[in-house]
């Protein structure tokens, strides 16, 4: 059984990675850049607006982030035998260490989008790349995806979380396996209280 919880584990962990570069990559598409005119070599004016960019920038990351963080715990949740405490660590490592790979993976397909120009000409309109700018949007993503476990764990009605399951993906047991058990010698001799057997009073 720990065994299979540890597989478990490490594929929701491989997959939650997987998918937070794919979010990288689509940020990365998607993100809006900064434009800047050149007025002189070496330096250059932002255009008017264009720097709420960089707060769209991070917007969109840090909303990417928790759908991903959202879409991952519900699917970590699925996977029953591996719901425990091995569980909320593996996605909270997974998570922290997707929003760092869903940021280094953006901020490099925005570069290859748009690369930096060595020397551009005086006039010339320049598009910077989007870059998150702040270690602190990582947090969002480790932080939501722990939240909805922990939700998830809390109005769950089992004590065990229904993780004594037969499979990786949550196969139920036999209901006659799991609720099948033996009362102790001699205890079908007693009864709740307020059942009624005739054949026990006495005979007048």
């Not at 990288?24 to 070599?41: F, H, K, N, S, Y």
């Not at 660590?89 to 929003?99: D, E, I, N, R, T």
């Not at 005086?122 to 700018?133: S, T």
């Not at 979380?161 to 036999?174: C, V």
Request: glycine share 12%; proline share 6%.
């Amino acid at each position: 059984m720990l065994r299979r919880e540890l597989v478990g584990v490490g594929v929701i962990m491989a997959v939650v990675l997987a998918v937070s570069a794919a979010a990288g990559v689509v940020w990365g598409l998607l993100a809006p850049t900064e434009r800047l005119r050149v007025t002189q070599p070496g330096r250059a004016a932002v255009l008017t607006g264009e720097s709420l960019h960089l707060f769209d920038a991070v917007g969109m990351f840090l909303c990417m982030g928790a759908v991903v963080a959202v879409l991952s715990a519900v699917g970590a949740w699925r996977v029953r035998i591996a719901r425990g405490p091995a569980l909320v660590l593996g996605v909270l490592l997974a998570s922290g260490l997707g929003a760092a790979l869903m940021m280094w993976i953006g901020e490099g397909v925005a570069g290859v989008r748009h690369p930096r120009s060595d020397d551009p000409a005086i006039g010339q309109i320049i598009a910077l790349p989007a870059e998150v700018g702040t270690d602190l949007a990582l947090l969002v993503q480790p932080f939501l995806a722990a939240l909805v476990l922990l939700f998830l764990a809390a109005l769950h009605p089992s004590a065990d979380l229904d993780s004594g399951a037969e499979g990786l993906l949550g196969d139920l047991r036999p209901a006659d396996v799991a609720d099948d058990y033996r009362l102790p010698y001699g205890a079908e001799q007693y009864r709740p209280s307020g059942d009624f057997d005739p054949s026990s009073q006495p005979r007048g």
